[in-house]
């Protein structure tokens, strides 16, 4: 999978100055002829919490949770509010301005359609 890569997928990877926890969503990736879909987890995160960045080579998944209420202290917490974020290096057979996102009961789909010169197609023999 050269085209679609994990760049330093850790939440270490964040500038100096950067104070936030991130967790890193769990994601599939597959591909057909035509495009890369990624499918990344992240519960809790609402449609307007979400941002995908494209910049130079780089796409970025950020996820922002929003905390609930809470009414105690906590005495044991495995699912806090931290926000997601993924950052992948993607290759040049990526149409970056035709990537779309949809996000669906906590997974965001994104698909990456393929640029033209790289689809596959067939040949017709001329007589």
Do not use: H, W
């Amino acid at each position: 999978m050269n085209t679609l890569t994990q760049n330093q997928n850790r939440a270490a990877d964040q500038p100096a100055s950067a104070s936030r926890d991130y967790v890193v969503p769990a994601v599939n990736i597959s591909s057909n002829a035509n495009e890369y879909l990624v499918e990344a987890e992240m519960p809790g995160v609402a449609k307007d919490g979400i941002e995908v960045l494209v910049e130079g080579n780089q796409l970025t998944i950020l996820g922002r949770r929003q905390a609930e209420a809470q009414t105690g202290e906590f005495l044991y917490c495995e699912s806090c509010p931290d926000d997601y974020r993924r950052v992948f290096e993607i290759a040049s057979d990526i149409d970056t301005a035709k990537i779309s996102a949809q996000m669906d009961q906590g997974v965001l789909k994104l698909r990456l359609p393929k640029v033209e010169r790289v689809k596959p197609r067939k040949i017709p023999i001329g007589g």
